[in-house]
């Protein structure tokens, strides 16, 4: 049985090997779920670039820029991080985007045979597609804040383990914690992470309807991919 | 009210402050039980080296070698890294060891203004002591195995998070879930760690014993902090 493993931040990720495997990058809070909402209603494409000067090229293209930094839109871009700017952006169906977490948590599964965007919106999907059709090792990498532990993460990869847990060992303790810490909170997710860090900096910051719609399950049932450098609907 | 935070490895500790802190610093399976259990019965101090040769010149001073490397004993060591070689030493009541974690999370310990060794041996006795007298951060530092996330490492820094939640402000993500943890686990800690990768691993080197002794709470009421480089009970 391959095994399923999760990386509880990218500042961890030489611990684990990335080659070879099947990877899950997660980033709940904002940017994978604004990746699979938009991906979901009418984008095509978009770039996930490290740094802020990286964009101008893609924007000279013709793509919207998306960002944040600690949580605020970037000052010029014309999108933030919020999963509703992502499904209001058409016409226009081609994004550019950095983030704080993100993107830094997709550029470090680079090696990786395949890489999966995954969140609660798209929960189901991915579990089955990863159930159904991967046969190697899964490694779940939470993007965390600022290189540290995120509770909202590590919730998204112990509600993985807990669909994929016949298919894949889950065997060390990084996934063995997120499962049970997914069963703890898997029936009220947005009354456990009301006291976590990032959904507090976000509702400091007036988010309150972004955490409620990225804590959402199974809303979208779009499989979300890297593909040549591209994140799309495989 | 000051904080508790918790550092989930030593290879995250960048991302904390420690300078100005109180630390305590675990490592559940053994280092940090053996260190309060020898001092509990018997050892007068224990001086902490990263590497296997640093402890000659401490062996030539009359010090017993204490040590392990991937849960086995060194070759030569009169101790390895079990509780009873620790309890067993007498009459010397000299040690300096070297193990795979522990002596690394206290190394990194070294720019705090105060390491306590915490262990579940001793839990209660560490609780009052920082519930009584220390007004500063807390900063509990989980040894891991080889730089990665350990279960039983976090049960303990989420047990002082459950003592600790009235005088220490419990807020950061890596607490929350340590605390979530413990709460999940308390009242079996050992059912609870069955399948935990470090506990497997020392039942593979016939270590069962030391797995029971290492999880009893309150065992021995011994405070035992790093003062001038030795391991001494306050």
């Given amino acids: ?126 579990a089955n597609y990863l159930k159904e059709n991967v046969n190697r090792d899964v490694l779940v990498i939470c993007a965390g804040w600022k290189g540290r532990f995120s509770m909202e993460d590590t919730l998204f990869a112990g509600a993985l383990c807990q669909l994929l847990g016949e298919r894949f060992n889950i065997e060390n303790d990084e996934a063995y914690a997120a499962l049970a810490l997914y069963e703890k909170a898997k029936d009220d997710l947005y009354g456990f992470l009301k006291n976590a860090g990032h959904a507090k900096r976000l509702r400091g910051l007036d988010f309150e309807k972004d955490i409620r719609f990225c804590l959402e399950c199974n809303r979208f049932d779009n499989l979300t991919v890297i593909d040549k450098g591209f994140i799309v609907n495989a």
Avoid: Y
């Fill in 1 to 126: 049985m391959p095994f399923l493993e999760v990386c509880l931040t990218p500042e961890l990720i030489k611990l684990h090997e990335v080659e070879g495997k099947t990877i899950v990058v997660t980033d709940i809070f904002r940017a994978a779920s604004s990746m699979v909402a938009g991906l979901a209603t009418g984008l095509s494409k978009i770039k996930p670039v490290s740094k802020v000067s990286d964009s101008e090229e893609w924007h000279k293209k013709g793509f919207l820029r998306a960002g944040e930094r600690n949580g605020v839109k970037i000052s010029g871009f014309e999108l933030g991080n919020s999963p509703f700017d992502f499904m209001d952006a058409r016409p226009v169906t081609e994004v550019v985007m950095t983030t704080t977490n993100g993107t830094k948590a997709i550029a470090v599964a680079a090696a990786a045979s395949q890489v999966i965007i995954g969140a609660f919106l798209n929960l189901e999907t991915v």
